[in-house]
């Protein structure tokens, strides 16, 4: 059975239709079509149903799409497993943060690149959570706490934060001194978060509530410029802002703990040699670059 074939099957699967599957391939939508019928016509039955709105599993695509999945996963084991040392080729597909990805993690990527000619890296760059699966990506990177999930995650490195407000907002509303006092004021949110707080060896979870929420760090800071309310940001994002004295630190007996920088990836009871490579180089990137020092204490 052809190997491409099956793995041209899992991305329409994966995809929802033979268009977004060929952009992903980067190949024409004939030759995915003509693959999807040579596998058809051995297997001797119908994957897939074409829809208007795309392409549909059958009932029988739907159970042969997870063997196929866990097929194409282990041939690329194998070949991971032979390849020299170092030597990658093929396709890593990325999702990166909006917020840090053009200015933190886009260096990472091009060096991935540089050191290995072979490997063609493409990286989509939104703070909206992607399906990793469903769209077909090797891995993401995704900062703060994580939510519980089935994905498997890598920490590569701490992530610092604290609360910040504009001196205007002090000014005209006055700063919490403790986590209860928080919830008199107004808090810059991404959507319905709940913060926490260190309070000696016990940690204190505050329900913030307020009028602007956004999903991107650098749509709250301008929140926070503009003396909208308090936002918990990262001090990668916050410094600047801090040295200029446009925001000011509030709360600071309270800090928030640690949070993390993770490399997530679908189940499998091995990362392939593709995202090994990347988890161990984003390591190293925030063990010792420069460009990378406001994430460490």
């Not at 090797?138 to 590569?156: E, F, H, Q, T």
Request: aromatic share 6%; hydrophobic share 45%; net charge neutral.
């Amino acid at each position: 059975m052809d190997i491409e074939a099956l793995r041209t099957f899992v991305e329409v699967a994966n995809a929802g239709g033979v268009s977004p599957a060929a952009r992903r391939l980067n190949v024409s939508k004939s030759i995915v079509s003509r693959r999807l019928a040579r596998l058809e016509a051995e297997l001797g039955i119908q994957l897939l149903a074409r829809t208007t709105r795309g392409a549909a599993l059958t009932e029988a695509g739907a159970t042969f799409r997870d063997h196929a999945a866990r097929a194409c996963a282990e041939i690329d084991a194998a070949r991971d497993a032979i390849l020299p040392s170092g030597d990658l080729r093929g396709r890593l597909r990325v999702a990166a943060p909006l917020t840090f990805g053009p200015t933190h993690f886009a260096s990472v990527f091009a060096e991935m690149a540089r050191r290995h000619p072979q490997l063609h890296v493409h990286a989509s760059y939104s703070d909206r959570f992607a399906d990793l699966v469903a769209e077909g990506f090797d891995c993401a990177i995704r900062v703060g706490y994580l939510p519980d999930s089935n994905l498997i995650a890598r920490c590569v490195g701490p992530l610092y934060g604290k609360l910040v407000a504009s001196p205007d907002y002090v000014a005209a509303h006055g700063a919490p001194e403790t986590p209860d006092e928080l919830l008199a004021h107004e808090a810059l949110m991404q959507g319905t978060e709940a913060w926490q707080f260190s309070d000696g060896d016990a940690v204190v979870t505050v329900h913030p509530r307020g009028r602007f929420k956004a999903d991107n760090g650098t749509a709250l800071i301008a929140a926070a410029v503009a003396g909208l309310g308090i936002a918990w940001l990262p001090d990668g994002l916050t410094q600047p802002y801090l040295d200029a004295g446009t925001l000011v630190p509030v709360m600071p007996r309270y800090p928030p703990p640690a949070a993390g920088i993770y490399v997530i990836r679908p189940p499998g009871p091995h990362p392939s040699l593709k995202v090994r490579a990347l988890t161990e180089l984003l390591i190293a990137c925030f063990d010792e670059t420069p460009q990378h020092a406001a994430f460490r204490r």
